[in-house]
């Protein structure tokens, strides 16, 4: 018998009660029963609720039903661990250690060139991954991203010229990013790193010489800068420590050699760009405003992108 249901009569006639037995396990009696469906539940199968216990099933039901907690943009709450912030470093710091692993020179790799020697020296890595527009290598090919080459508009913004110029950029993207990731999610905040990295790739290729190579997550970096000060002023917060950052930051972009200011602004503007759409999407519309805006933003780079290359190669 896998049920246990009527009375039963005892050896003077009178009825026996019989015992309950859990729905998902028929051979254990219990008196506890679930405070949704009512039904019979042993000490396995018992979850704890806010009153008394639910069934697995019950538990389920009301997980689905339950609206997943939304940012004040639409992003998801997960956003709150960091989880991008923290896996786009890891990755920075990996292409770190395979750029100075592809160098004959490990030392001048990591440092001991440019700015007083804080910076490192051009790596086989360095020079397949960065922007170039156009230039002649030395085996006699030519390169770059006028020739095909559009990759290096998205590798660039992982590589790096020796560690200090890594650990600069990293300290700003840990410490913006996960700011800017725990408001947006994770997904919007990705879609704006790497749009605003690629926006400030897309101006080194339109603005600088084009045998010039240039890396760095800083194309990135000045976009979250520009995001998080208009995410602040949308949520009505203060951005009076934002500002003095990015003046410092600028005057280094203009008065510091080697850096690129074409890639430092392309990226503050399309970073800004990127979070007005995210920040000012219509609530009852906003998923698709966010992902039109996106793709708009996109495309209009990938044409300026055709229209360089036209000029370089036409």
């Not at 019950?58 to 689905?64: A, D, K, L, M, Q």
């Not at 960065?130 to 006028?146: C, H, I, Q």
């Not at 590589?159 to 997904?187: D, F, I, K």
């Not at 080194?204 to 010489?209: I, T």
């Amino acid at each position: 018998m896998t049920e246990r249901s009527g009375q039963a009569n005892d050896a003077t006639g009178g009825p026996v009660p019989t015992t309950p037995v859990c729905y998902r396990h028929p051979g254990r009696g219990t008196y506890v029963r679930c405070t949704r469906c009512d039904r019979p539940i042993c000490p396995e199968c018992m979850r704890e609720a806010s009153v008394g216990h639910q069934c697995p099933e019950c538990v389920s039901e009301g997980r689905r039903s339950v609206r997943p907690a939304r940012t004040a943009f639409g992003g998801g709450a997960a956003g709150r661990e960091g989880y991008v912030t923290k896996t786009l470093i890891a990755l920075n710091v990996l292409v770190m250690v395979l750029s100075i692993a592809s160098a004959k020179n490990v030392g001048a790799a990591a440092g001991g060139s440019g700015l007083g020697g804080l910076l490192g020296g051009r790596t086989p890595l360095t020079d397949w991954g960065s922007v170039l527009g156009l230039a002649v290598f030395p085996d006699g090919t030519v390169g770059g991203v006028a020739e095909g080459q559009w990759y290096r508009l998205v590798t660039a913004m992982f590589l790096h010229y020796g560690l200090v110029h890594l650990l600069l950029n990293m300290w700003g993207l840990w410490v913006l990013g996960r700011a800017l990731e725990s408001v947006l999610g994770p997904l919007r905040f990705l879609a704006l790193y790497l749009i605003a990295g690629l926006g400030g790739n897309v101006a080194v290729y339109l603005f600088s010489p084009p045998n010039q190579p240039s890396a760095g997550a800083s194309t990135a970096i000045f976009g979250l800068f520009a995001a998080i000060f208009v995410i602040m002023r949308r949520l009505g917060r203060s951005t009076s420590a934002i500002v003095p950052i990015l003046v410092i930051n600028l005057v280094f972009t203009f008065t510091v050699p080697n850096i690129s200011v074409a890639g430092h602004l392309g990226g503050l503007f399309t970073g800004a760009l990127m979070a007005l759409v995210l920040a000012y999407a219509p609530r009852l519309r906003r998923n698709l405003v966010q992902a039109a805006g996106g793709a708009i933003v996109l495309v209009a780079l990938l044409g300026l992108v055709l229209v360089r290359t036209g000029m370089l190669t036409g």
